[in-house]
């Protein structure tokens, strides 16, 4: 006699205990893509499966993949939130400031903060080296691209003040540096969470600002 199919539309058995609040469509999506971020970031891309991360979730497979049609598409979607979230960490501050010093200390601020709300999203952003879907390499660099063009337009003034036109490759170059380096504080400061954020953005501001600004006059700070 065959078995009855199990239910699709419910949490997993032994998931969790007690009874869960039943989600809104775009909050059920909400809730796959923030844990599938947190099991890509600790498994990788390759080793994960979309049963762990249903697992993590705390539903059937089927919730996922109705969803989610692959795991290509569930980490191409992660991979662009977090790359949202990175970005309006550090513009929507930043677009507030009107001293050019000012903003690039709310841009190292707000990645700053960003990667140490957000560690998981940090890690997905930047460290990538087992992957090896050439997909996902595309999409990795269109969202690469997105960001510095993004930063670019941000940190135009800082730029002319360099003598750099914003659309040379030059200022991408310029904007790439700092972000690695920006991203370089947060990993450092995974392994030393004792020093305060603040203390680290002013570090950071003697070495970028050093650099942006030696050429700035007093009138166009």
């Known amino acids: 006699m065959s078995q009855p199919n199990p239910p ?24 796959l893509v923030e ?14 499966s979309m049963g762990d991360i ?10 996922v993949y109705d969803r989610f049609p692959t795991k290509r598409a569930l980490f191409l979607n992660v991979l662009q939130e977090q790359h ?5 960490a550090m513009g929507v501050a ?21 990667a140490e709300r957000n560690q998981a999203g940090r890690r997905l952003l930047f460290d990538f080296s087992a ?3 050439p997909e996902i390499k595309v999409a990795r660099w269109g969202i690469s691209e997105s960001r510095t063009r993004v930063l670019v337009l941000l ?17 991408a170059l310029h904007v790439e540096i700092l972000l690695s380096g920006l991203d370089g504080l947060a990993q450092w400061r ?29 009138e166009e700070v």
């Not at 249903?54 to 919730?63: F, H, Q």
């Not at 949202?84 to 309006?88: D, F, K, T």
């Not at 009107?98 to 700053?112: F, N």
């Open 190 to 218: 995974d392994h030393n969470a004792g020093v305060p954020r603040g203390e680290l953005v002013e570090i950071a501001m003697r070495v970028f600002w050093t650099g942006l600004g030696r050429e700035v006059s007093p």
């Open 94 to 114: 930043a677009s507030a400031r009107t001293g050019m010093e000012d903003r690039l200390r709310a841009v190292v601020d707000g990645y700053l903060e960003f």
């Open 8 to 31: 699709t539309s419910g949490v997993t058995p032994g998931a969790g205990a007690g009874p869960r609040r039943r989600m809104t469509p775009g909050q059920r999506r909400a809730h």
């Open 54 to 63: 249903a697992l993590e979730a705390g539903v059937n497979r089927s919730i």
């Open 155 to 171: 940190l135009g003034a800082e730029l002319r003040a360099l003598g750099l036109d914003p659309a040379s490759p030059d200022a």
């Open 84 to 88: 949202i979230a990175a970005l309006m």
């Open 131 to 133: 992957e090896d879907d």
């Open 35 to 48: 844990v599938a971020s947190l099991v890509f970031a600790r498994k990788g891309y390759r080793d994960t």
